[in-house]
């Protein structure tokens, strides 16, 4: 090892280093009566302790995790003796020094078995945890990722800029963390939620070409692949339209991924087709279950069973699970209802339905839907005898969204059961575009952005704007990976004017963001980009529940950090530097900070 007073790791010697001096330094992972075994970051090896002169007692009381440096020689294990479960199975060290250079003294857990350790105690001790093989092989994974993402950017002649993470609030969006300046009373930066507006400005600076790996921050709750802090790989470029970001896009992921790729382009898809499809802008198409219209199927003597008392036009959508009447039993209905309360807000009423002997038997009070629809329905839908039909019914758009989730909900039960139904190994890749520019507030019914206010209309919906803005698409852009966003990006707005309609039409206050007005007025090229969620595509390529364990420091489901016990309460004297009051108890008790 370079730079360094150890000559080798302890996961690389091999039979033919037998005969060789080395110096290893690890930490002690076992000790037995005739060896012990030394571990790194790269792998472990056993040591030979028997014959060993043990003059300073070396070994006396020495509890796992030590700190230890041994030197000695390499040689061949007897025959008979090798480990084929060590990559260093076939050799071992006889030493002539072992040295303790800093005792462990306590030890919360064994850092190789977290069999029964909570998430808690694993973020409390997260240096520890870190020391595992798991989180080791993961962080080394991800910095071999972002090394080749970088050498692929940089041989396209993109230039890494790094942008400030004290900045001006943006209207809009997520909710930012706000930081309090003690030399302007009264006053805050926010922490990004993304460089969006400051690679915009670098673009108008002629800098036509950037990436950084850039620290984003959102005061938002916690879900499974989010942290209130994270990394995203953020791109923009000038001179540029749709095609060339997602040729960009491919290029960078392809030429970093880890594991095998098709040399084809990714599909592509549209926003509509995606809902209709699979109910969801972000699908997994790595197996069946399609949504199926069934609305006209349904005479309108019997719409009033699933209108209600609604009088909107009411949508039928359906799902076929193939072959899956054996599986839904009382219980798989119950684990499909608790998980759908969290998988999405305020869904359409639905009912999980099967064909027996030509009658239709369902799990909802109104699935009495007539035998005179079941031949029309059973040709349509192509059913088999032991199929189950999930149906949804109500507003079109939101019947399509609550069968997406419970198409994501029935696959994720199928594979917890090994019901196989898709290529758990495939990496599918999917571009969604075209997406709506706006939608409606559910609770107000104002405009707000699918995106954000910077990205661009699609050319031929501009003339909608005044008339119609949520028949407007969007020149935006998402990337899924086996139904997961990993990517987003847009076309961005560079005109002045229509920057400031669409401000209008959101009802922002432009005035907050008049140096980008001034900006684009200044001779802003064309341009757009793109950013990827590195933290979700390591999640991904690490085969981890949660984006935590691809973080070497992440937080908990309440943004807290439970190794440092932040965030925590500010001493009195230090807010009044800042000129703030708290109306939150407990400052009284707070830590001091000086």
């Not at 802090?229 to 992921?253: A, G, H, P, R, W």
């Not at 932040?566 to 707070?590: M, Q, R």
Request: one cysteine or more; a neutral charge.
């Amino acid at each position: 090892s370079k730079f360094s007073y150890r000559s080798h790791t302890c996961g690389e010697l091999r039979i033919k280093n037998a005969g060789e001096a080395v110096s290893l330094c690890g930490w002690l992972e076992y000790k037995r009566k005739d060896f012990l075994v030394l571990r790194d970051s790269f792998g472990s090896v056993q040591i030979l302790i028997t014959g060993y002169e043990d003059k300073n007692q070396t070994f006396q009381n020495v509890k796992p995790e030590s700190v230890v440096k041994v030197t000695g020689k390499v040689t061949t294990r007897p025959e008979g003796q090798a480990n084929p479960n060590m990559i260093t199975g076939e050799i071992e060290i006889i030493p002539d020094n072992i040295e303790i250079l800093n005792k462990c003294k306590f030890l919360p857990f064994r850092v190789q078995k977290f069999a029964g350790k909570g998430e808690r105690i694993r973020q409390k001790y997260r240096y520890l945890d870190i020391r595992g093989d798991i989180l080791q092989q993961n962080l080394r994974l991800r910095s071999k990722v972002l090394s080749k993402m970088r050498k692929s950017l940089e041989e396209n002649c993109f230039v890494e800029v790094e942008t400030p993470t004290l900045f001006h609030p943006t209207p809009g969006g997520a909710r930012e963390f706000i930081v309090p300046s003690s030399s302007n009373p009264g006053k805050f930066y926010s922490l990004p939620q993304s460089p969006q507006q400051l690679k915009q400005l670098l673009m108008i600076g002629g800098v036509d070409r950037y990436y950084q790996f850039a620290r984003c921050y959102r005061d938002e709750p916690f879900k499974r692949d989010r942290q209130v802090e994270f990394t995203q790989l953020d791109i923009e470029m000038s001179f540029v339209d749709v095609n060339d970001v997602i040729k960009l896009s491919e290029e960078v992921i392809k030429s970093s991924w880890p594991r095998k790729f098709s040399d084809e382009s990714f599909k592509l898809i549209t926003y509509d087709d995606a809902m209709s499809k699979y109910g969801s802008d972000k699908p997994d198409t790595r197996f069946g279950m399609l949504l199926h219209d069934i609305t006209t199927f349904i005479p309108d003597t019997l719409v009033e069973l699933f209108q209600g008392d609604h009088s909107d036009p009411v949508n039928i959508q359906a799902v076929v699970v193939e072959n899956a009447q054996k599986h839904f039993s009382s219980k798989f209905r119950r684990y499909i209802g608790s998980r759908m309360t969290s998988a999405i807000d305020d869904p359409s009423p639905y009912a999980l339905l099967g064909l027996v002997n030509g009658q239709w038997s369902g799990y909802h009070k109104n699935t009495n839907i007539g035998s005179m629809v079941t031949k029309q329905l059973v040709d349509h839908l192509q059913l088999g005898g032991s199929d189950i039909v999930v149906v949804s019914w109500g507003e079109k758009r939101s019947a399509q969204k609550t069968l997406g989730a419970l198409r994501r909900i029935i696959s994720r039960i199928f594979d917890e059961i090994s019901v196989k139904h898709r290529n758990v190994d495939l990496d599918q890749f999917l571009w969604v575009v075209d997406f709506p520019l706006f939608e409606a507030d559910p609770y107000t019914g104002s405009l707000c952005t699918v995106h954000h206010p910077f990205t661009s209309p699609h050319p031929d919906d501009v003339h909608l704007l005044e008339v119609d803005p949520l028949k407007v698409r969007s020149q935006a852009y998402d990337l899924v990976l086996n139904g997961n966003e990993v990517g987003g990006g847009s076309i961005r707005i560079h005109d002045s004017k229509l920057q400031r309609q669409i401000f209008t039409l959101l009802n922002l206050d432009f005035t907050e963001l008049s140096y980008l007005l001034e900006a684009l007025n200044s001779g802003a090229p064309p341009h757009g980009g793109i950013a990827f969620g590195i933290d979700r595509i390591m999640s991904i390529l690490c085969g981890t529940e949660t984006i935590r364990d691809v973080i070497a420091f992440p937080k908990n489901s309440r943004g807290e950090d439970l190794m440092t016990n932040s965030p925590i309460s500010i001493n009195s004297n230090i807010l009044k530097e800042f000129h703030i009051k708290t109306n939150v108890s407990g400052n009284s008790k707070a830590k001091k900070i000086h």
